[in-house]
């Protein structure tokens, strides 16, 4: 690894962190923003912005990767429009191509894995093979993680303000989340008051729950609205899609002393409410007695006192199979593995959730933290967090990961000199 490439990354200033360890390792380090917030934090080395079309992106990026001998791409999600055309197109040319998110095992923990994450991982698929090899180890890590809710509110703050105020140069830029620039900021603000006002409610509803459900809730965690986990590796449209989908199998077939628990996703509190979603559809369907939506619920209070747990593909599934609560994933998920979670439909799941299997779970948890995970954080402990991954990544140097299947795509030729036309270096 000489020459590195830099896209999108959390947001914050962990990408500035992670250029400048790299350069004090030698290696020359390039970054690319795609909006003004992209630059909020400048990187070691060389930065640009890049102000063509979406179209334009992939004959920019071979060049780009050409002219300045690139052998290594970084980026934080996979599924990005952008992060999409370049993971293609360097799984088709030899570059090798690492993804950022978030832990699967939180809260210690990021996720680092090459060629892609979740249902884009090299594992997926393959790991109810590899786990019979496997030798259950407890997980240890080196340093905790604090909770960094108010510092993330910053960050978001200042990367959507700058994003707002220089939208005229970077007027081709397709964002991941369809909503204007200034409701992403606000949102991160409104999430921060969505917490507190419910607090006091949600937690004389959890009482509830225990008191007159326990053993008969089914857990159903919220995803945020904007999830590439539904909107690219699901059969939903969205998250509401999928509650409707939840909602009519649970009043058609649940035995009538169950009771529906939706849990709103913590990171969007300030974008999304579904109580009118939820209540309305569950008053339709005769079941508005039996179905609960709450916000701040604790989970691992809650997890024992549950028949079971129905996620479309959230990494809170893992939670789930971490308490021995059964559970059944709706859509594509790196754990959704014989043993561990239920291997029926949705209807069957409401009578006869199939337990877990406590030795695989282990087994899954020493594979994952063995080699999707990293101790660290993008919010907090940088320097701690860049020297696990350099870590792992000199651990990865003779080692090359399982290749998955390119999917051919046809390559754009844009009019003009995309290296004039749709790229400024920045000082």
């Not at 004959?59 to 052998?71: G, M």
């Not at 496997?134 to 993330?152: Q, W």
């Not at 079971?308 to 609560?325: C, D, E, P």
Request: contains cysteine; glycine residues 6%.
């Amino acid at each position: 690894m000489q020459s590195v490439l830099l896209l999108q990354g959390p947001l914050g200033p962990f990408f500035q962190h992670f250029s400048r360890f790299l350069d004090r390792q030698g290696i020359q380090v390039h970054k690319i923003n795609f909006n003004g917030g992209d630059s909020c934090w400048p990187c070691k080395g060389h930065n640009v912005n890049y102000t063509g079309t979406l179209p334009e992106w992939r004959h920019f990026l071979d060049n780009y990767l050409k002219a300045h001998r690139i052998d290594t791409v970084f980026c934080y999600s996979d599924c990005r429009e952008y992060h999409a055309v370049a993971r293609q197109f360097c799984l088709s040319h030899g570059v090798r191509f690492f993804v950022f998110e978030e832990g699967y095992l939180r809260p210690h923990y990021i996720t680092l894995e090459e060629n892609g994450v979740n249902a884009h991982s090299p594992w997926f698929g393959k790991l109810d093979r590899l786990l019979d090899e496997v030798s259950p180890e407890p997980p240890h890590h080196d340093f905790n993680i604090k909770p960094n809710f108010k510092r993330r509110i910053y960050f978001a703050m200042r990367y959507y303000a700058q994003m707002q105020l220089t939208r005229g140069r970077f007027n081709h830029y397709v964002h991941h989340r369809h909503r204007p620039y200034w409701q992403e900021g606000t949102a991160w603000l409104k999430g921060w008051y969505t917490k507190y006002s419910h607090t006091a409610h949600d937690k004389g509803l959890q009482q509830q729950l225990i008191d007159h459900h326990s053993g008969h809730i089914h857990l159903v965690p919220l995803q945020v609205a904007d999830d590439f986990q539904i909107r690219t590796h699901s059969p939903f449209r969205d998250v509401a899609e999928s509650i409707e989908h939840i909602l009519e199998s649970f009043a058609a077939t649940a035995p009538q002393n169950d009771v529906l628990m939706f849990k709103h996703h913590p990171m969007d509190r300030g974008y999304t409410n579904y109580s009118r979603l939820i209540h309305g559809l569950a008053r339709k369907l005769g079941i508005k007695d039996r179905v609960f939506y709450g916000f701040e619920i604790s989970l691992p209070d809650l997890y024992h006192h549950c028949k079971g747990v129905v996620t479309v593909n959230s990494t809170v599934g893992l939670s789930a199979l971490f308490h021995h609560i059964p559970t059944l994933t709706l859509g594509q998920a790196l754990y959704d593995i014989p043993g561990l979670t239920s291997q029926c439909s949705l209807e069957e799941f409401w009578h006869r959730p199939q337990p877990v299997n406590k030795k695989r779970f282990r087994q899954l948890q020493s594979f994952l933290l063995h080699n999707t995970q990293l101790n660290g954080s993008f919010y907090c402990e940088p320097a701690k967090t860049c020297q696990q991954i350099w870590q792992q990544l000199q651990n990865l140097h003779h080692q090359r990961a399982p290749q998955p299947k390119a999917v051919p795509q046809r390559p754009t030729q844009p009019a003009g000199n995309p290296g004039c036309a749709t790229a400024e270096e920045v000082a």
